[in-house]
């Protein structure tokens, strides 16, 4: 490697099984995270899918990562149920 490395200091440094996510735990979870729980992985058809990227601030990845971890779901699920969610208001309008 080139140039300089900068240390580890000892707050970063933790533990196997004692890290803990950069969001408090007991953020908020919407309507999108309830329906997200409702999928079931293995009911997931991954044939035939396309392949998306989505780009977030900060804010709103911390968020997505702390709702997961809290409901064990995948970034996936929960976007699928997002879009859900958002086709099913669009339709009732």
């Not at 140039?3 to 440094?13: H, R, V």
């Not at 890290?19 to 035939?48: F, W």
């Amino acid at each position: 490697m080139a140039g300089k490395m900068t240390p580890l200091e000892s707050g970063l440094i933790v533990r196997k099984g004692q890290a803990v996510p950069a969001i408090p735990r007991g953020t908020p979870v919407s309507g999108i995270a309830n329906a997200a729980e409702k999928l079931s992985r293995a009911g997931r058809n991954r044939g035939g899918t396309i392949a998306i990227t989505v780009r977030l601030d900060p804010d709103r990845y911390g968020r997505l990562k702390s709702v997961g971890l809290e409901h064990g779901l995948t970034n996936q699920e929960i976007m699928v149920a997002a879009l859900d969610e958002w086709f099913r208001k669009d339709d009732a309008t």
